[in-house]
């Protein structure tokens, strides 16, 4: 195995301005949990790793309606943060139902939206509920949706030079139902098979707004606005809900299997 720098920045900047400097030949670590993987299977074909540990990045802030959480927070510190409990509980649920305690602990956010796992928890919840990420490199800045992420298997937007800095989550209006679905092929902690998010607004028995977004039925999570936007002013019955994944053309499919990791996500 051919030897390996480990560079810890002490400050975003000073991390971005490395990955301009080593270029594609240089990983952001995280919380490792995903890159230690690699690392092991011998798949991971870098020469400097770039750990992200002294640059913070990690406080969750509510502001304007919308809670702003750094990248590097972990999912377990998420699953247990006063504020996401008063703003945004199924957050909490939902990270709380990632993997077990252990990997929870050290797994971030950021680090779960940039290794783009088909096989993932919290993507098709930011994407139902309209979060963004906002991106930075030595260029600057960007915001983009979080649906805007994902493009395959393994595979982000980003370029090899950003890094994810912090999650921008609205807090739905009052009356929002939310409800999030993970089936596993055995105990809770596994890896979901098939995510099934679904968010609705009423007034009274009518449908105002419906969003449902399908993780692990293919490279990306499924989101069809088009679709959900033929519930809208319905009745909010069960037929209504049966006429979802027909109205998809395609009913959604738990991945028959996993893709092999192809060392290609964002950094
Ligand atoms: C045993 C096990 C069970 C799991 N079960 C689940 C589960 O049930 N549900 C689920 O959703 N996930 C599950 N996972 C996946 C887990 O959530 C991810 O491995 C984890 O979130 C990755 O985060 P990390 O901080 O460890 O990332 P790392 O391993 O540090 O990094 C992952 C990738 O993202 C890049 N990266 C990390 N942070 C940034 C950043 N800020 N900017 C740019 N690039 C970045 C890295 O370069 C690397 O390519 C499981 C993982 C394990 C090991």
């Not at 298997?153 to 609205?170: G, K, Q, R």
């Not at 037929?239 to 994944?245: N, S």
């Amino acid at each position: 195995m051919r030897g390996l720098t480990y560079h810890r920045p002490s400050d975003v900047h000073e991390a971005c301005d490395l990955l301009a400097t080593l270029g594609p030949r240089a990983r952001v670590v995280a919380g490792g949990t995903a890159v230690a993987i690699l690392l092991k299977e011998g798949l991971l074909d870098v020469d400097h790793l770039i750990g992200l540990e002294r640059v913070g990045l990690a406080d969750v802030e509510w502001r304007d309606g919308a809670l702003t959480i750094g990248a590097l927070a972990t999912h377990q510190a998420l699953a247990e943060h006063p504020l996401v409990h008063a703003r945004l509980p199924i957050l909490a649920e939902v990270l709380g139902q990632v993997a077990s305690r252990r990997v929870r602990n050290v797994a971030t956010l950021g680090g779960n939206l940039c290794w783009a796992e088909a096989a993932s928890d919290p993507p098709g919840l930011l994407m139902a509920l309209g979060a963004r990420a906002t991106v930075m490199s030595a260029r600057g800045r960007r915001e983009l949706a979080v649906s805007e992420l994902f493009i395959d298997y393994f595979t982000t937007s980003l370029t090899p030079d950003e890094l994810l800095i912090d999650v921008t989550v609205p807090a739905p209006p009052a009356g929002t139902g939310i409800a999030y679905l993970k089936f596993t092929p055995q105990s809770k902690a596994d890896k979901p098979v098939l995510a099934v998010t679904a968010l609705t607004g009423r007034s009274g028995s009518r449908c105002t707004r419906a969003v449902v977004v399908v993780g692990a039925a293919g490279p990306v999570p499924l989101s069809r606005p088009d679709v959900d936007g033929t519930l809208v002013d319905r009745e909010m019955d069960r037929p209504v809900w049966r006429r979802w994944p027909c109205a998809t053309g395609r009913p959604p499919s738990p991945s028959p299997t996993r893709a092999a990791p192809r060392a290609t996500s964002g950094a």
